[in-house]
């Protein structure tokens, strides 16, 4: 058996990286072309891609960015290899070939991050043995799938409050719709970006990630609006007829009696994968079966099936990984 690394986009057949998209189990949005290609226009994110073939047959892709945030200090002790959605492999690949590119993605990136985390979105069971094997430690991680057959069974799952605040919040005047001017962008990223320093208080991408997702073939960002102006909204990707991812989402909840708009940006979402014959709603996290998450219990009433498909984390420097974590944690509390 003969096996080839691919060390770059160049180096990968795009006919065969279609193939294995369009069968593999643990295909999504985040290891198509189309995603690598959206991370290497941005200018914040060093993006990649490796594959490995068995006798000239493309039989797995590992994609995403090395990315680290803040001043000087705070970015050498933040540098990530992030992988979203897990590892494109085919159902066949034999344990030496999965190895052999996992072995490559961990020399390759070791010089370029602290920690690899790979985050996945379908089920690796079958595979697990294979990455522990080749140092990847598997953390338990939470999430929702929505089934969206139909808006009327979508809506039924939902739970009564939640179909209740989003007739009220229709009443009320809110409305949804596509951000399909640059203001909207910018109203919504104005939004996300105070709740992420004033709640959620981690790193959020440059506005440029969402103006240029909003130009994706696959990108889509949802607006609520009321008397005008931008209240919530939700940037999604799409994979084929399969899955809507929720990427981002947010909503100034509170301001006006009756409007919720963090629940319609995420009926947005889920509406839109039902109405155009999308199999599931991707809620992308639902955080550590371990911790209280009140994002988790917000995400819970919206009808989805839970599961955990959890993360594999490689850390390829063990004492600035531990002193990172400890001065990131030790920043955000003083927040």
């Known amino acids: 058996m003969q096996i080839n690394v691919h060390k770059s986009v160049c180096e990968i057949n795009t006919n065969q990286w279609d193939e294995l998209i369009n069968h593999s189990?643990?295909?999504?949005?985040?290891?198509?072309?189309?995603?690598?290609?959206?991370?290497?226009?941005?200018s914040f994110m060093q993006a990649f891609v490796f594959g490995v073939s068995e006798n000239d047959k493309l039989v797995g892709v590992l994609c995403g960015y090395v990315i680290a945030d803040g001043n000087f200090v705070k970015?050498?002790?933040s540098r990530r290899a992030i992988v979203p959605g897990g590892v494109l492999i085919d159902a066949n690949i034999s344990d030496k070939a999965l190895q052999t590119l996992l072995d490559y993605a961990k020399n390759e990136l070791s010089h370029k991050a602290i920690y690899i985390e790979i985050r996945n979105?379908?089920?690796?069971?079958?595979?697990?043995p294979v990455f522990e094997k080749a140092g990847f430690a598997y953390q338990p991680h939470l999430n929702f799938h929505v089934p969206t057959p139909s808006v009327e069974t979508a809506l039924n799952q939902l739970s009564s409050s939640k179909r209740r605040q989003i007739k009220l919040s229709f009443k009320a005047g809110a409305t949804i719709g596509l951000a399909d001017t640059s203001e909207d962008i910018k109203q919504f990223y104005d939004l996300l970006e105070e709740l992420y320093r004033n709640k959620v208080r981690t790193p959020l991408f440059p506005n440029e990630f969402f103006y240029k997702l909003a130009a994706l073939r696959s990108g889509?960002?949802?607006?609520?609006k009321f008397k005008e102006k931008v209240i919530g909204g939700i940037a999604c990707v799409l994979f084929d007829k399969n899955t809507v991812y929720e990427w981002f989402v947010c909503g100034d909840d509170g301001l006006e009696k009756n409007l919720y708009p963090s629940v319609l940006a995420t009926w947005?979402?889920?509406?839109?994968a039902a109405t155009n014959g999308f199999e599931r709603f991707d809620f992308m996290g639902a955080?550590?079966?371990?911790?209280?998450y009140g994002v988790r219990d917000f995400k819970?009433?919206?009808?989805?099936?839970?599961?955990?498909?959890?993360r594999f984390l490689y850390i390829c420097k063990p004492l600035l990984y531990t002193l990172g974590?400890?001065?990131?944690?030790?920043?955000k509390r003083a927040k």
């Open 25 to 42: 189990s643990t295909a999504s949005f985040f290891q198509t072309k189309e995603c690598y290609d959206f991370y290497a226009s941005l």
């Open 268 to 272: 947005a979402g889920i509406e839109y």
């Open 75 to 77: 970015r050498y002790f």
């Open 325 to 331: 974590k400890f001065i990131v944690q030790k920043v």
């Open 121 to 128: 979105y379908n089920d690796y069971s079958a595979f697990r």
């Open 220 to 224: 889509r960002i949802f607006v609520v």
């Open 287 to 292: 955080g550590k079966p371990e911790e209280n």
């Open 300 to 310: 819970s009433k919206f009808g989805g099936e839970l599961v955990e498909h959890g």
